[in-house]
């Protein structure tokens, strides 16, 4: 379902663009089948749900970084084309931390972003051990953790979504990955 929904969204864009003139002619320049030009035309919303999980609506303020409104407004521009990226290239992995992911009372993933957080702000990794003993929050962190990953894949040199989330958590990656 996630595939027909990105094909309708691109679609709308490139009727968008053909209504409005000459920008169309380079999405129509690319093949459709061309990951690099499907994310080139389709963009992503400041109210999309995966816009609202990297920005961690719903979650206390306490939770993001002390100026978050004036790190919303720096990334704003490079936000949408970076997580276009996201649902085109790592699909599964986006849906996955998105059925996760409760606006209302954050879902499974609260008490691992806790927990994560925890660990790089005061270095204790305890919140974290105990939230992973919860019932399906193994399951839940790898589901993070791959999510984590294809935003670093998105973002080789740091920026977008990526460098976004790590200046708003803190969190900058696995803790118990095995670094050996």
Known sequence: MGRKIQAAKASLVAAFLA?????????????????????????????DPLMRFVKLDGFPAFWKAQDFAQLDNFYKPQLPASLADLYFKYDDQVNDVLALYQKADQGSLGGIITGL?????????????????????????VKFESFYSAMRQVSPEGGGALEYFQKLTGILGDPLANTD
């Not at 990951?35 to 992503?44: F, R, Y």
Request: glycine letters at 8%.
């Open 117 to 141: 957080e925890q660990f790089y702000k005061e270095d204790n990794i305890k919140p974290l051990l105990d939230t992973l003993k919860e019932q399906g929050a193994l399951d839940a962190y």
């Open 19 to 47: 209504a409005s003139g000459g920008v169309a002619a380079k999405a129509v320049a690319a093949p459709a089948s061309d990951p690099a030009a499907a994310s080139a035309t389709t963009s992503v919303s400041w109210g």
